[in-house]
C-alpha cells in the first residue's frame, strides 16, 4: 500500500502517480473522474499503452488503484526534462495555475534525481527502474493502491487538465495529457 504524504499530483510513474500537499485538507467524498492520452507523435519513444484507475469514481480521502502500462521504445538519457503545464477550468476558461512550491505549471531540469528519490519509496517495488538511464522496456503496474488520507479545501474543486512534456537534450521523448475533474 502506498501511502502520500507530501504534495498532490505527482510524478507519472513515468506514467501517472499522484502526492498530497501537507497543506492540503480534502472534503469528504471528493470525486474525481480521470481521463487522458498520448499528446506527441506517434513516434515518441515513450507512450502510455493504458490506464485505468478503480474504483471510478475516486473517493478521497481513501484508496484507488491504478493499472496502467507504457512503451520505452530507447534508452531514456539521463539528462530528462519535464514540463508540466497545470490548467484549471474557471467560468468557461481554463486558467494556468502557477508553479509553487514545486505544484502547478513547473518545469523540472533534473527528472532524473526526482524520480531516483521518489522511485525506491513507492515505485520500485512494482518492477520500475530507479535510475537513469532507464532501459528500453513496456512497463507495467498493476493494481498499484494509493491512499489519500489529505482534504482539499472546496474552492480547489472543479475541473483540471495538464500536459506533461517529456525530452532530453538529444529528442522529445514523450507528452501525456490528463484530464481531471476534482466534485464532491
Not at 489519500?148 to 521523448?173: C, F, M, N, W
Request: some cysteine; aromatic content about 10%; glycine content about 6%.
Amino acid at each position: 500500500m502506498m501511502t502520500f504524504h507530501n504534495n498532490l499530483f505527482s510524478i507519472l510513474l513515468i506514467f501517472v502517480t499522484f502526492q498530497t500537499n501537507n497543506a492540503f485538507t480534502f472534503p469528504k467524498f471528493l470525486d474525481l473522474n480521470l481521463s487522458w492520452r498520448n499528446c506527441g507523435p506517434s513516434a515518441d519513444p515513450i507512450q502510455l499503452n493504458s490506464l485505468s484507475i478503480t474504483p471510478d469514481p475516486i473517493r478521497i480521502p481513501g484508496g484507488f488503484n491504478i493499472t496502467g502500462s507504457a512503451a520505452v521504445t530507447v534508452q531514456i538519457p539521463t539528462d530528462v526534462h519535464v514540463s508540466v503545464t497545470l490548467e484549471r477550468k474557471v467560468g468557461p476558461f481554463f486558467v494556468k495555475v502557477p508553479c509553487v512550491d514545486n505544484f502547478g505549471s513547473c518545469n523540472y531540469g533534473n527528472a532524473c534525481q526526482l524520480w531516483a528519490e521518489y522511485c525506491p519509496k513507492f515505485a520500485a517495488k512494482f518492477g520500475l527502474p530507479c535510475q537513469c538511464p532507464i532501459p528500453a522496456s513496456t512497463y507495467s503496474v498493476s493494481n498499484a493502491n494509493v491512499v489519500i488520507k489529505k482534504t482539499v479545501p472546496p474552492e480547489l474543486l472543479g475541473e483540471y487538465r495538464a500536459t506533461v512534456d517529456i525530452s532530453s537534450s538529444q529528442s522529445h521523448l514523450g507528452c501525456v495529457f490528463i484530464d481531471l475533474t476534482v466534485k464532491k
